[in-house]
């Protein structure tokens, strides 16, 4: 599966932004996929993950409560919904995907996702 991420840009503290990771290929609802993020000079560190039907999300507490994940698996297309954005949050925002046909969620680690999208970049001005 090959993987593509948009919807990056600037923003002003407070501000909301809806980014994008469109996929390709017909298998795409048997992946669970993940966006993660990485600031300059950072370490790349989970931000949410949705489960491959959708059914089951998971995020990081800085995401909790002001992001939201979802999927439109006829679309091929996963979503993270950004609202209250403050600059702590600027960084590239990447997805990536893994196999997962029994629809559960994979680990917060990169290492566990085999597949990348590029990154989006998200900056947050105050």
């Known amino acids: 599966v090959q993987l593509q991420a948009s919807g990056g840009g600037l923003v002003q503290v407070g501000g909301s932004l809806r980014l994008s990771c469109a996929a390709s290929g017909r298998t795409f609802s048997k992946y669970a996929v993940a966006w993660f993020r990485q600031a300059p000079g950072k370490e790349r560190t989970f931000v949410a993950a949705?489960?491959?039907?959708?059914?089951?999300?998971s995020y990081a507490d800085s995401a909790k409560g002001r992001f939201t994940i979802s999927r439109d698996n006829a679309k091929n297309t996963v979503y993270l919904q950004m609202n209250s954005l403050t600059p702590e949050d600027t960084a590239n925002f990447y997805c990536?995907?893994?196999?997962?046909?029994?629809?559960?969620?994979?680990?917060?680690?990169?290492?566990?996702?085999?597949?990348w999208g590029q990154g989006t970049l998200v900056t947050v001005s105050s």
């Open positions: 949705i489960s491959s039907s959708g059914g089951t999300t």
């Open positions: 990536a995907a893994a196999y997962t046909p029994l629809s559960v969620l994979v680990g917060t680690t990169p290492t566990e996702y085999d597949y």
